[in-house]
Nanobody, 127 residues
Framework: QAQLVESGGGLVQAGESLRLSCAAS????????MGWFRQPPGKEREFVAGISRYSSRFDYADFVKGRFTISKDYNNNILYLQMNSLQPDDTAVYYC????????????????????WGQGTQVIVSS
């Protein structure tokens, strides 16, 4: 059973940056496509960014393109989300997720695609 543990959330001001981490107890790490989702207060969980098994392909939601970067650290089994130029609308609980896949190029983008989820980390951006 895979376990995902997010960290790095917090309270920041508009324009500042945060880096979220997701420690993944999945082996091998390269067998999983992974993603970040977020759930703003009172809203549905939404896709933020995704990365393929070997980091050959990426996908981002339009509202984060150019501001957020997803990456995988294969030595330490960590998924990252670098978030720059944060805005109040980015306030949400952020979740990492993993999908077992044999496709080297697949980047899942929907909640139902993913097999494993972390518990979430809160990000609050004040104006």
């Amino acid at each position: 059973q895979a376990q995902l543990v997010e960290s790095g959330g917090g309270l920041v001001q508009a324009g500042e940056s945060l880096r979220l981490s997701c420690a993944a107890s999945v082996h091998p790490f390269s067998d999983y496509a992974m993603g970040w989702f977020r759930q703003p207060p009172g809203k549905e969980r939404e896709f933020v960014a995704g990365i393929s098994r070997y980091s050959s392909r990426f996908d981002y939601a339009d509202f984060v393109k150019g501001r957020f970067t997803i990456s995988k650290d294969y030595n330490n089994n960590i998924l990252y989300l670098q978030m720059n130029s944060l805005q109040p609308d980015d306030t949400a609980v952020y979740y990492c997720a993993a999908e077992t896949t044999t496709s080297p190029s697949r980047v899942p983008t929907t909640v139902n695609d993913y097999d494993y989820w972390g518990q979430g980390t809160q990000v609050i951006v004040s104006s």
